[in-house]
């Protein structure tokens, strides 16, 4: 049996705007969370629960390939955590991928990210590091488990 189920709603267009995570406990799937997905285009704008409270917003700029509205890869400027009330410049290598995440308020880094030669994570720093949603390899946003979901 088992432990924990997710689901996922998606628009017409094929984005993902909800996740609902479920555990099981005692013969049922019980409610942890779920949470809800605003866009931008391609690129993901906010997050929110389901009570309506803010999670996370994103500030997205030119993609590598100069443009806004090819994915994002190497676009997205910072992260706004709004339970903490943290704001995350992001760094990237030649390809795209996160490499970093400074703390805007002192400067400090609060992730690094080191990768293989397929973009499997072979490292992971900071107090930030897991907090981070927004897959390290190309950007595109993690499931509970850690596999890639777009």
Partial sequence: MPTQRLSFGYDYAG???????????????????????????????????????????????????????TGGIGGLLWINQLPEAKQFSVAYDGNGNVTNLFDMADGTKAASYEYGPFGELIRSTGLFAKVNPIHRFARQHLRDDGCLCI
């Fill in 15 to 69: 984005r993902r705007i909800r996740k609902k995570v479920e555990d099981h406990h005692e013969g049922e799937f019980v409610e942890r969370y779920t949470l809800f997905f605003a866009y931008d285009g391609w690129n993901l704008a906010a997050e929110w629960t389901k009570s309506g409270i803010p999670i996370r917003g994103y500030v997205w700029g030119s993609d590598l390939s100069g443009g806004e509205a």
